[in-house]
């Protein structure tokens, strides 16, 4: 029995360690079409474009105005494509510190 839980409690934090990598990299995948947006200076009253922005807004604000640059499209391209990577190690970072702190699963007997 104690191998079962042992077992079921992996099988969480597996679950666990993609869903954080999944939802880091659906994020991040955001924030740099932002990027794109704003590099080809897309139609910012567009609902995609104000989705992507909200969502770097809500998520990135960590990077903005982190670099400034003579021309302001081109620094807000730095700084969304910073917040992206960022999201991207970190997720998987800790997407493999949460499966390397998993209780090893047990073979059945």
Known sequence: MA?????GAARVFELLA???RVVCAVIAALILVHAAFVLFEA???NTLVELT???RNTFGWFTRDLFTKPNP???EVINDALAGVLY???GSFASKL??????????KA
């Open 88 to 90: 991207v190690v970190v």
């Open 53 to 55: 922005e909200s969502v």
């Open 3 to 7: 191998a079962m839980a042992s077992n």
């Open 43 to 45: 139609n910012r009253s």
């Open 98 to 107: 949460i499966v390397r702190l998993a209780p090893a699963a047990k073979a």
């Open 18 to 20: 993609t869903l954080i």
């Open 73 to 75: 499209k081109m620094a």
